[in-house]
Every structure is written in C-alpha cells, then in structure tokens.
C-alpha cells in the first residue's frame, strides 16, 4: 500500500498524558458547553437546551507553567471546566448508555477573550475571536473511568489564593449524560473527541503575574501563572 505524499509533514497529534501510566490521549475536537451551571443572572430562568461552540484541538495544551496572556483583549477571563475525554464514537447516542462512551475524565480551563465575547454576543456573532487563541484550553492529565469512577464532587478556581469559582459537578443545568446524548445527535462522536461542560458563576479577569490554582475532586489539580501581555 502506497503512503500518502503530503504537501509538508504534517503535525504530530496533539495529546495530554493519562494518570498513572505513560500513555498519551490523542485528542480529536473540543466540544464546549456555554452555560451549564445557575449563574446569578440566570436564577429561576427555565432549562433550555445548551449552547455548544468549538476549539480547536491546537488550543489543548498540557496544564503546567504559564499561561500566555493573549493579544487583543482587555478582560483575559478564567473558566473552570469538567472535562469529558470520549472513548467510543457513535451518533444518537441514548442518554441511558451515554457514560458508557466515557474514557475519562481531566480538569480544564476554558480561557477567555471576555470583552471579545461580550461584544459577539451583543451583535450575533460567532465566538471563535473570544474562544480561539493560542494555549487557550490547558488541562490536567486524564484520569480514566477504569481508576476513579465517574466524579461527583466539586470544581473550583483560586486565584492568587482567593476563592472566585466553585461548584458542585451535580449543580450542572445538563448532565454530562444529556450533554453526549445532544451532541451526538448533531454530529457523531468519535474516539479521542472532548467536552468541557461548562463553567460555575465567579468568572473573572486574569492579570500578569496572577497565580491559577483549580481542580476537581477526584479528578486533578493545576497550577499556572499567567504572563506578560504580548504588548509589555
């Protein structure tokens, strides 16, 4: 069989390391999910179905060192995720067999253009310029469903040592049950695919120098330090 010829050598996937061994987790696409817990804007607002944006899997990068404080933005914002590491493809997927898709889980931080954001939201627009940057999306090792089970505790973000985020995983407005069996409605889920499931109100900027410390039970903690703007 003949090997393709490519254009240029193509990149080497990318991949986050898995707890406990010294494999590696190829990751496909970045599913996202906008909120997904009660925020105090939200209270007592009916559940309606989520929202799902994309990363690219170029954003994914190892939770460890710095994080690189991205060009053009005045409000560089922290969110705290659960993240779902996919297993096993499959379209309509029923949400009484969904976890069974589930390779694992890792802890992620969706970082955020938050000025960017505000401003698509406000004219309809796509929010790729606030989601899509480089290293935009570090996470921690993965912890597989064969070692810990499926997590059920909380998450939560410090910064500098001061409590901004936490929540527990059962606060969540859609389940990670419902949230598979959504998406592979839209589009089939394939093996190496990812989810974040969204983050808890307590949102907020990030400055150089910040100190990032986040984790979920059960699952992993990080700790980050955010650099200079590009500008300084």
């Not at 994914?60 to 705290?80: C, S």
């Amino acid at each position: 069989m003949n090997m393709p010829e490519y254009v240029f050598t193509p990149d080497l996937p990318v991949t986050l390391p898995v707890v406990g061994t010294a494999q590696r987790f190829p990751v496909g696409r970045v599913f996202c999910v906008g909120r997904n817990y009660p925020w105090p804007d939200t209270q007592g607002e009916s559940r309606v179905p989520p929202v799902f944006f994309m990363k690219p899997a170029s954003c994914v990068v190892d939770a460890v060192g710095g994080v690189t404080f991205p060009p053009m933005t005045q409000e560089f914002a922290h969110e705290i995720e659960l993240v779902v590491a996919v297993g096993e493809g499959g379209a309509d997927i029923p949400e009484s067999q969904a976890l069974a898709y589930v390779w694992g889980y890792a802890a992620g931080l969706d970082l955020t253009r938050r000025d960017v954001q505000r401003m698509a939201k406000r004219n309809g627009l796509p929010w790729e310029g606030a989601k899509v940057f480089d290293g935009a999306a570090p996470m921690t090792a993965i912890v597989p469903v064969s070692r810990a089970g499926h997590p059920e505790g909380e998450l939560w973000l410090n910064v500098n040592g001061q409590e901004r985020q936490r929540d527990g995983l059962d606060s969540q407005i859609w389940s990670v049950s419902e949230v598979i069996a959504r998406i592979s409605q839209s589009v089939t889920l394939r093996a190496g695919d990812l989810i974040m499931t969204g983050s808890p109100a307590g949102v907020d900027v990030l400055q150089p120098g910040d100190v990032i410390t986040a984790g979920i039970d059960g699952i992993g903690e990080l700790e980050m330090r955010v650099g200079p703007r590009l500008s300084d």
